[in-house]
Structures are given as structure tokens and as C-alpha cells.
DNA sequence: TCGTTTTACTTAATCGTTTCAGTAATGTAC
DNA sequence: GTACATTACTGAAACGATTAAGTAAAACGA
């Protein structure tokens, strides 16, 4: 016996079939005895939870409980890149953390998945998931694992990757938010914009572009946060092939003080940024007190995701908010509520708001 | 068709047997067709594909193929308290990422199960969780779900919560560390400490406590970085029971903010607040803020775990420093290397070391 | 040409439950 | 005392695969 009676030996598989055998029952009065107490006396059930005690039986086996009724008590969560990635990304925690009420509020595990992002090691992992449904986060357009998913015909719901018939969906008018952001620049009097954007190709590997052709972006998100950024700039009048967009690798800090610092380097440079998360604007931040520029006195810089830090950071950012966790929450109950029999709450686009805080101002 | 031939109905289960008998073949050559290649000639492997595609088979069914083959290819991890609080702790979240860096590299998925705190809905998640094995994680001394998870007889690691014979512990050395923490503000001159510690027991409601009874911690960190102040302000001479404790019900910036509220309301106001996690630090740091008390200059302030954010304050945090990442990856890996035969990396303590920023100095 | 391998499948057992459809035994109604 | 429920179990068929062992046919060596 170890410390409080509790040991942690890892034993060989012990079956309802065998404590049956010890008491002398069939296999059934066992199943019976976890499942349905009405179904045997109140004393031959206690018999059987002592036998099993004593056996080692630790209940029916989850695996084939689950094959059996056809239901396993977990919903997937696939998620574009690697695990890793996603726990440094507050905004996507926070929408793990939406998803997460659901599952528990419904009883449920949430099985994490990563996708097939660079360092994807095995994408049978999606496919062998033992799962009773999936959300689908943030996979770039052509992801295969995408229909790997659909092909298994499990209840799924999709987050911010519209476009697939009798799914549901749910997102953000990312188009829209991205325009109100660049409209509250230029109505603050910038002219000269750059756009610190999430990387566009799947080959991409960094570095300077413009916003003249927004459509080559493989990630719904990115392309139309774009699309968002050139119509407010087109609309002011301004020469949106001019406007510089500087791709990064991942959302990142690191990467947004790299392209804050591309962006920055410029022969004219630009007096407002234009970030696609908080993420990439918190790097942007710290490479503009590197470079000594005030901000919002030399440099405004416009976030997107507002993440509880983004009202700690100094100046305070000013960004598009958007809830990542009523976005997890919806997501999940959706799909909680399919795998029942339950009617599902309604699938769409969450609200969104540009939160105006210290890091915005007229050009100095 | 859906857009770009996807579509997501969710279908009727298609076995491998339709498959089988809509080729006149035998299930097991379905099964070889996907498991082993070299069972069957190529043209009639291409043929069980075809036939695949067109009944709407996506592959052996997972919770099957699971059953028969006695693995899975997923981890539980398991957390004390509801997973939305989970992620709203960064220490957590890196705990997690250092797990998830493991089990990718696995090729296994990753299931989050809450503990038995507070609002848990579901105890039976866990011993009904499909996976080959499991993480603990910050689990309560007296968590009954400890006790589920170890009659299951799968491999488990323990993290923070040493005890358990024959199942390996990752943790640090917290009464070490918490001294080390203690033994720096005394060094510095202070004499007037607080503490702003963890909850210490399951019914508790907040509020003031002194350092006189670590024991009755029921979570063993808290109690070992109790008895590591403790030990710290005795061995300095000062009198451990007029050293205010200051019990939060979570380890949140709220909480903090409370405590320190709470702590600095009093009559002989401490110099110094020892806090047990940094996530209560910050919380700290606000309140002094508003009190318009100086920090360093009027309070210091030492936290516990040395999250990302932990340098970024202002001022940035004088903290314990402790790898979660690397406590997830070693649980992780330890976990992954006892589900196949492989050596274990050996388990045990990770080094912890005082960071020394600018929220601590002499008093003033 | 005969015996031996190899190739390409099939058969049937198994993984560990759950559950439907019984069947005796006991209890109730009149 | 007969008819009808109710109680307390059992038997056997799923659930959807995997896999060891077996078999017939084709290929091969000498």
C-alpha cells in the first residue's frame, strides 16, 4: 500500500466479465450494477462493487462503453497549427476557454487537436480522434484536415471558415472591423498607413507587400480583415497600392516588432499602423519604444482581438474587440446541442467594436 | 455539392463491412486495405478506396479500431478546478503548452478534463475519459478524482503533488523556493511581511489567517510554500504568527487586489508582500497603484512562477522563476514514454531560481 | 514435374461492453 | 386457486473493427 493507501501500479486489464465470473452472475447483472441499479437488488449490486473492489475493476471500460453506445463523452477541437502555438496566442486561449464552459457544461472532455501547420506530425491524429464532434478553429482554406473532418461525418461547427454547406458558422464580420479600424485612422488625419498583417501564403516567409491583391490570402480571416483595410482606404481616396503590408510568420510579438521595425524603416514612413491582432500590435508597441518614437505622438497603432492585456499595455491599445470566448462558448454550445437532440442556438457573426484607448491619436 | 465540394451532413455510420460486401470481399481485406498494404494486391486496394469513397466510409471507425487494438492515441490531462479557470491562468496555459509539445511529437491527442472543484458538473468524465493515460495536474490533496484516476491502472504522471507510490512526480522544490523568496526581502531590511497566499482549505471564504499553521494546507504547494516563509522569518528571527496571511479563493488579479487591499488596510502595514503566484502579484501591483503606494518604494512585492507577462509590469516583477513549459513537457514526455516501452525520462524536481526586478528594494 | 514458397485472400475469434428479449420465481388481485 | 404483474436475473446478439491462422491458387526452383 503506498502513502494513504493510494498506489499507482499499472495493472493488467480487469474485466466485467471477470468479476462476474466471481460472483457467480452473468456479465449483464455486472453492466446492470454501473448502469441500471433498478434492474438488479440493492444487495447483489453492493456484492458486485466489493467483488470488483477487490478484483481491481475500476468500472466498464470507457473505450468499449463507448463503441458500444455509440457516444464517447468528448468533442474535438482542431486547431491550425501546433498546440504550442496556440496556448502563446491569448486570443486563442481565450477561446479554448469559451469551448470549455460548453464541454463542462454538457459533461464533456475537450480533446485537443493541432492541424497540419508546419511541424504537423501526424495528421491521422484528426482522423483516429475518438471524439463525438468537432470545432473547427481557425484552419487556413485549403487545410486538408478540413475534410478529413467533414469526411467523418460527425457534427461539427466551424469558427471563422465560412463556406461549407450545412455546416454551421460562427465568426465575426472581419471585413467590416478591419474597415472601422482604418476609418478611425484616417479620420483621426493619418495619411500615411502600413498593415502588420498575418502571414498570407502558406509559403510565405516573411516580409514586404502591398494591399493591392488581398484575395491570395489562404486564411478567410486575413483576406478579409484586408479586404477590410483597402475598401476604408480606397473610400478616404488614398493610394492603397502604396500602403505597405509587412506578412509575418506567426502572431507574435516577436514578429510584430520585426515588422514594425521593416515597416518603420521606411523612407516614408508611416505615422499609424495597421495591426491584424493584439498580438502583433503588443510587439509593434515595444519596437517603436525601441526605435524612441512616442506612441500615439509619432506612431498611432490599432490592434485587432483586444485581449485582456491590451488594456495594460503603455499606451493602452486602442483595437477592434472581439469576444474570443462568447465565440468558444457559441461554438461549443452548438455543437453540444447537436449531439443531442437539443435545437441548437443560433450560428453566425458576434458583434464587434473599435475600442479606442491611449495608443491612437492625430499625426504628430 | 457544397462550395468547393465540401459538404458537412452529418451521415449515417457506413461500416467496413458494407464496404466489404459491397466489393464481395471480406471485411479483414477492408481493414488490410487501410492498416497493412502489403495484405492485398494494390488494384484491389485502390478498388476498397473507390468503393470507400462512394459509400461515404471515412476510414476504420476510431472507437473500434481503439477497442481491438487497446490504445487509443490520446492523453488525459486533468486539472483541479473547472478548465475556464485553467486558462485564464498563464501558468497553467504554459503547463499545458509544454504538455501539448509532448504529446504532438507523440502524434497523440491531448484531453482536458476538469477536477472536482467547484461547479464540477461531471465526476464520471474522467473515469469514463478515453485516453491511454493521464496527466495530473495541480490536483488537491484530498481530490477523490485522484483516486478515479489511479484505479484505472493507466500510466500516470503526477505533477505538483507528490505521495503517490510507484507513479512518478514532477514538481519544484516550493518550500525552497518560497524561502529563497522570503530570505530576499529580508535580506533587503523588510521586517513587516505579508503574504497573499493560495486558498488553504476546500470551505474557505478569504480573508485573513496568519503563518502559523501551514499544515492545514490542503493543496501541497501551497502548504510547502507556507512552511518555506515560514521557515525563512524564523530562521531571521522574526515572529512567524504576527505575519499576516492573506487566504484567495483563486489565483487571480481580483484576488490579489483584494488581499492587498486587505493587507495594506492594516494597522502596522507590511513593507513587503510575498505572493504565491504572479498572477496575485499583478493584482498586487494594481492595488498599490490605486492606494498610490510606490512600488518598489513604499511596497515590494515578490511573486511566484515568473509567467511571460511577469516583466512586462511596471515595475517588472521580482518573481520565483519555475519552467512550466518545462513541467508539462517533462510530465509529458515521461507519460508518452510509458505508454510505449521506452525509457522514461526520469522524473523529479526543476530547478527554480529568484528573479530580481524592480518590484523589490529596501524599505523605504 | 513435383515440392516449396509466395501471394492474395478468407474465416473466425476477440476486444469489453450494453441491451433486447427472454425466463423463472415471487407477489398481488379477486 | 387461477390469472396477471412485478422482480431479479440470464443468454446472446450487437457495436465495428483487428489479427492469427488457414487455404487455395499462382509462382518458383531444380
Redesign the pocket.
Known amino acids: 500500500m503506498g502513502v494513504k493507501g493510494k498506489e499507482g501500479k499499472v495493472g493488467r486489464?480487469?474485466?466485467?466479465?471477470?468479476?462476474?465470473a466471481a460472483l457467480?452472475?452473468?456479465?449483464?447483472?455486472?453492466?446492470?450494477a454501473?448502469?441500471?441499479p433498478?434492474?438488479?437488488?440493492?444487495?447483489?449490486?453492493e456484492k458486485v462493487f466489493e467483488a470488483a473492489r477487490e478484483l481491481g475493476?475500476a468500472?466498464?471500460?470507457p473505450?468499449?462503453?463507448s463503441?458500444?453506445?455509440?457516444r464517447v463523452g468528448a468533442v474535438g477541437v482542431l486547431y491550425s497549427d501546433r498546440l504550442s502555438y496556440a496556448f502563446a496566442d491569448p486570443a486563442a486561449v481565450e477561446f479554448f476557454e469559451g469551448v470549455s464552459v460548453a464541454t463542462e457544461e454538457a459533461g464533456l472532455g475537450m480533446l485537443l487537436l493541432p492541424g497540419s501547420a508546419r511541424g504537423a506530425r501526424d495528421p491521422e491524429a484528426v482522423g483516429n480522434a475518438v471524439v463525438d464532434g468537432f470545432v473547427i478553429y481557425c484552419m487556413a482554406d485549403d487545410d486538408p484536415l478540413v475534410d478529413v473532418v467533414l469526411e467523418r461525418r460527425l457534427p461539427v461547427v466551424l469558427v471563422d471558415h465560412p463556406g461549407v454547406e450545412d455546416v454551421p458558422y460562427v465568426g465575426i464580420d472581419d471585413e467590416g472591423a478591419a474597415a472601422a479600424a482604418a476609418e478611425h485612422l484616417i479620420g483621426l488625419g493619418h495619411r500615411r498607413l502600413g498593415v502588420v498583417s498575418f502571414e498570407l501564403t502558406r509559403q510565405m516567409t516573411g516580409g514586404l507587400a502591398d494591399l493591392s491583391r488581398p484575395e491570395r490570402a489562404t486564411f478567410g480571416p486575413s483576406r478579409a480583415r484586408l479586404r477590410g483595410y483597402a475598401s476604408a482606404i480606397r473610400q478616404a481616396g488614398l493610394p492603397v497600392s502604396e500602403v505597405p503590408v509587412y506578412e509575418c510568420a506567426e502572431s507574435t510579438r516577436e514578429e510584430g516588432r520585426v515588422a514594425a521595425e521593416a515597416l518603420l524603416g521606411m523612407e516614408s514612413r508611416p505615422t499609424a499602423l495597421l495591426c491584424m491582432s493584439d498580438q502583433l500590435a503588443f510587439g509593434v508597441l515595444e519596437a517603436a519604444r525601441d526605435l524612441g518614437l512616442s506612441v500615439p505622438g509619432d506612431l498611432s497603432v490599432v490592434g485587432f482581438d483586444d485581449v485582456a492585456e491590451a488594456g495594460r499595455t503603455s499606451p493602452p491599445l486602442t483595437t477592434v474587440h472581439q469576444s474570443h470566448v462568447e465565440k468558444g462558448l457559441l461554438a461549443g454550445r452548438i455543437l453540444v446541442a447537436r449531439l443531442g437532440e437539443d435545437e441548437p442556438p443560433e450560428a453566425g457573426l458576434l458583434p464587434t467594436r473599435l475600442i479606442e484607448r491611449g495608443s491612437t491619436a492625430p499625426p504628430g
Open positions: 486489464r480487469v474485466t466485467s466479465k471477470e468479476v462476474a457467480g452472475v452473468s456479465p449483464a447483472t455486472v453492466s446492470n454501473y448502469n441500471r433498478d434492474q438488479l437488488s440493492p444487495l447483489l449490486r475493476y468500472g466498464p471500460d473505450v468499449a462503453r463503441l458500444r453506445r455509440r
